[in-house]
């Protein structure tokens, strides 16, 4: 909700339709980094930056939604096939990994009439154009921290906090004429989607199955990671208290008394 933003405590008017929060917030991001850089080049920086995208109401910029738009029309149930053997092929799954059956209430693709798989291709399509912004914008943070020189001596986490999410039933809740235009809110994807979202795993957010915990974390920090493999894929599990201690750890903070995480440096 554009009423709920805020710096400081300055309510943020938003600009018609070229305001997408998902640029908004990454342009904040880059001016807090230059100030840093600026006023206090020789201390360490700490940038929390909380992409909404790609959660509920689903809503993107139209030129991203055109990328994707009947890239899903094969549907969940071959695409979560051929998921699944790509993700054996990158190293992300063990090979012996088998898909978690689809749920009953999700109904076999190509029971759907046409005009229904339709449909479903463009919520699964506005979905995709989020994530698609994401990267662009993260990209561009990444960009600024290369061009400045801190790139290599700046270590970022990149996580999300759930699985996806299959709040409102098999087919989702939209609008199909409100997909793929700006500032329509109130979009979810569905049961059906978040199956393929989460793929090879059982559930969603909510569940403490793995397609609601388990969420990938990578890490980038060339000067400070240990020279190996490039792209090493790690299968331990990690915990947001260890992420927090790591950080504090990195950045020579003072710990609070009562902090239970273990940096990760340290405990390797």
């Known amino acids: 909700d554009p009423r709920n933003l ?3 405590n300055n309510s943020i008017r938003t600009h018609g339709e070229s305001y997408y929060i998902t640029d908004a917030i990454s ?3 880059i001016e807090f980094i230059s100030d840093h850089q ?34 899903f029309m094969e549907g969940w149930d071959v695409l979560r096939a051929r998921r699944l053997e790509k993700q054996k092929k990158m190293g992300l799954v063990p090979e012996n990994t088998k898909l978690a059956p689809r749920p009953e209430i999700v109904p076999a693709w190509d029971s759907l009439t046409p005009e229904k798989q339709n449909e479903m291709d463009a919520i699964m399509s506005t979905y995709a154009a989020m994530v698609d912004r994401v990267d662009q914008n993260i990209g561009k943070v990444v960009n600024h921290l ?8 700046t ?11 299959a ?6 809740q939209f609008k199909y004429e409100d997909l793929g235009q700006y500032g329509k809110g109130g979009n979810k994807y569905g049961r059906g989607w978040a199956t393929l979202s989460n793929t090879p795993f059982r559930e969603y957010k909510h569940y403490t199955h793995q397609g609601g915990v388990q969420t990938p974390l990578i890490v980038h920090w060339p000067d400070g990671i240990a020279p190996g493999p490039k ?25 609070p008394t009562m902090n239970k995480g273990k940096s990760i440096p340290e405990g390797e």
């Open 6 to 8: 805020y710096r400081g």
């Open 38 to 71: 600026n006023e206090r080049s020789n201390e360490p920086f700490f940038l929390y930056l909380p992409y909404n995208a790609p959660h509920f109401p689903l809503q993107c910029m139209p030129n991203d939604y055109d990328k994707y738009r009947g890239r």
């Open 146 to 153: 290369e061009q400045s020189g801190e790139l290599d001596n």
């Open 155 to 165: 270590i970022i986490f990149f996580l999300s906090d759930n699985g996806g999410e």
């Open 167 to 172: 709040e409102t039933g098999p087919l989702g």
């Open 231 to 255: 792209n090493r894929i790690l299968s331990q599990y990690g915990y947001l208290p260890d992420i927090v201690e790591t950080i504090m750890d990195v950045a020579g903070a003072t710990r």
């Open 27 to 29: 342009e904040e991001a």
